[in-house]
């Protein structure tokens, strides 16, 4: 990442651009609010007891102070807006909230890179608008809000979790994770009950959820195609667990995305 001390800055908005390869950050907090997005390839953001994955399509809003960390398995591109707090209006200030994007709030995060930390103070234009997206991102993230998965504690159960995510069009059992992350099944089951406060079955149902709701965020990918690719064994099947963990039938969610 770029070495700038980002807290250091009076500015009320800047954004950084960095390219990265496959990368863990350590766990970390900033004194400002920031509004981090993956402009290419994907990201898995842990903040507030939860894990989610963050794309082109989505945005995280993190408030003043809030624990987190950053990885990628691959290569992205992150850009990062950091807003000072006073910025945010104040009623409205999050702790963790990722949301999706729609194309414009894309494009917003993708010009705020023309000013970076070394811009003058006196830039009325750049002053207008963080200011203006401060005030959006708030909306955005009330608007479209994404439930987090639930976050391990442990390395055992950070090693099955992962298995689970890289692993979601397969069939997966308990047995066959609790071989993965080098456990008994037993152990794995009451791993999930105390750590995830969830069961295996569902955190597996979570899992296959968002993957899905990272696919369909994307243009011209269908339901059918989304839930083989999910592990779901049927549409119907699919749309019920979507329904279930989300409030909402896969259909309409996809709508809130227009094909671009």
């Known amino acids: 990442m770029a070495h700038v001390d980002v807290d250091a800055t009076r500015l009320n908005g800047f954004c950084l651009v ?6 863990r950050s350590p766990w970390h907090a900033h004194r400002k609010v920031q509004l981090l997005a993956a402009t290419s390839g994907t990201m898995r953001l842990e903040a507030d007891g939860g894990q989610w994955v963050v794309s082109p399509q ?13 990885s990628a398995d691959r290569p992205v591109r ?66 479209g809000l994404t439930a987090p998965l639930p976050a391990a504690r442990s390395p055992e159960l950070e090693l ?7 692993h979601l069009d397969e069939p997966l059992s308990l047995a066959r994770v609790a071989r993965a992350a080098v456990m008994s099944p037993r152990t794995l089951a009451r791993r999930f009950g105390e750590e995830a406060g969830l069961g295996f079955r569902r955190f597996l149902r979570q899992a296959r959820v968002h993957a899905a709701m990272e696919r369909l965020s994307q243009p011209g990918v269908r339901i059918r195609e989304t839930a083989a690719a999910c592990g779901f064994k049927s ?20 709508a809130r995305f227009p094909a671009r």
């Open 58 to 70: 989505r945005a995280a809003l993190l408030g003043s102070g809030v624990e987190h960390r950053v």
């Open 160 to 166: 099955a979790m992962d298995h689970v995510l890289a």
């Open 78 to 143: 992150l850009c990062t807006v950091y807003l000072a707090p006073a910025a945010v209006p104040a009623s409205s200030r999050p702790g963790c909230a990722v949301f999706g994007l729609a194309p414009l709030a894309q494009q917003l995060i993708h010009f705020s890179a023309r000013w970076g930390p070394g811009r003058s103070a006196k830039d009325r234009a750049a002053n207008a608008f963080f200011t203006a997206l401060a005030h959006l991102s708030v909306e955005w993230a009330a608007g």
């Open 235 to 254: 549409e119907a099947a699919f749309t019920h667990a979507f329904k279930a963990v989300t409030g909402e039938l896969p259909r309409a969610y996809r």
């Open 18 to 23: 960095d390219e990265l390869r496959p990368f």
